[in-house]
């Protein structure tokens, strides 16, 4: 059974840094290129940025380019989403997502972002 | 950028009646594989979001077959041919064809 663990939900306080994660199981993780979405408060669905775990190819969307990393460890097959200022309006959910087409979901990692 | 436009937005539905949400690119998402990369995704309150069509028309396993997707080039739809108070929630089509994909604002369905 495919599926994707994500790390616990998160308070930080703005310009703190930030690594969330997302642990696959159930599949060959270097198969398939993985990625986060973000969901802001009541808000829809944003692709943020895609690896594959196979060679570290990633790909960002322009709206998040620069403004976080996305990285991964094929020992341990876990994908990461790493922040290293945060600013309030990162307040959101953050869902890691199997292959551009999101087969499969994680369950949310709640980040937020306050003093 | 590819463009998503969904409607309408609000839908209320009467229990066992059908419903049918429209998904608008602004761009053919004909990929040059052949293949079209339509998704159609449901999201319950509190959840994450679950892929339920794939390649327009496909259903994903477990997904009863009262929801069917069609369209081609730059119009779909997903419909549901009889409303079950578990159908509740967001619906959100999502382009695969250029990265990066992009979501359609959503459509809330409700239970009138």
């Known amino acids: 059974e495919v599926q994707l663990v994500q790390s616990g939900a998160e308070v930080k306080k703005p310009g703190e840094s930030l690594r969330i994660s997302c642990k696959a199981s159930?599949?060959?993780?270097?198969?398939?290129?993985i990625g986060w979405v973000r969901q802001m408060p009541g808000k829809g669905l944003e692709w943020m940025g895609i690896?594959?775990?196979?060679?570290?190819?990633?790909k960002y969307s322009p709206s998040f380019q620069g403004q976080v990393t996305i990285s991964a460890d094929r020992s341990i097959n876990t994908a990461y989403l790493q922040w290293s200022s945060l600013k309030a309006s990162d307040t959101a959910m953050y869902y890691c997502?199997?292959?551009?087409?999101?087969?499969?979901w994680g369950q949310g990692t709640l980040v937020t972002v306050s003093s | 950028d590819f463009v998503m436009t969904q409607s309408p937005l609000s839908l209320p539905v009467t229990l066992g009646q059908p419903a049918s949400i429209s998904c608008r690119s602004s761009?053919?998402?004909?990929?040059?594989?052949?293949?079209?990369?339509l998704n159609w995704f449901h999201q319950r309150p509190g959840q994450s979001p679950r892929r339920l069509i794939y390649k327009v028309s496909k259903r994903d396993s477990g997904v009863p077959d009262r929801f069917s997707g069609s369209g081609s080039g730059t119009d779909f739809t997903l419909k549901i041919s009889r409303v079950e108070a578990e159908d509740v929630g967001v619906y959100y089509c999502?382009?695969?064809?250029?990265?990066?994909?992009?979501f359609g604002q959503g459509t809330k369905l409700e239970i009138k």
């Open positions: 761009h053919s998402l004909l990929h040059s594989d052949g293949d079209t990369y």
């Open positions: 690896i594959n775990p196979g060679d570290s190819d990633t």
């Open positions: 159930g599949y060959s993780f270097t198969t398939f290129w």
């Open positions: 999502m382009q695969g064809a250029h990265w990066p994909g992009t």
């Open positions: 997502a199997r292959h551009v087409h999101a087969d499969y």
